[in-house]
């Protein structure tokens, strides 16, 4: 079993930036591919990014490509979302994930967080 919490969302101007932090408990995630999803409301969740067990490969969705980096440390168990130039239409609850194989699909993740609220204001 592993267990995520997220961290670091909260309330920004469009333009701004935020880290999200997602912390892992229970077994190392190095044997994990770890994403990111997002649900805004009234709408299904959707893939934000993922990065592969090293962290050597990493995946975004086309809406935050070139504006968020995912990144990882093995070593403290942690996954970042590293969110710049935010716009209006990224407000969501921001959740992280862990997945045996390489996948996009959230279906395919095992283990998801509670999820951490993301509000950027025009």
């Known amino acids: 079993q592993v267990q995520l919490v997220e961290s670091g969302g909260g309330l920004v101007q469009a333009g701004g930036s935020l880290r999200l932090s997602c912390a892992a408990s229970g077994r190392t995630i190095s044997s994990y591919f770890m994403g990111w999803f997002r649900q805004a409301p009234g709408k299904e969740r959707e893939f934000v990014a993922a990065i592969s067990w090293s962290g050597t490969s990493t995946y975004y969705a086309d809406s935050v490509k070139g504006r968020f980096t995912i990144s990882r440390d093995n070593a403290k168990n942690m996954v970042y979302l590293q969110m710049n130039s935010l716009k209006p239409e990224d407000t969501a609850v921001y959740y992280c994930?862990?997945?045996?194989?390489?996948?996009?699909?959230?279906?395919?993740?095992?283990?998801w967080g509670r999820g951490t609220q993301v509000t950027v204001s025009s």
């Open positions: 994930s862990a997945a045996k194989g390489a996948t996009r699909l959230e279906v395919e993740y095992d283990y």
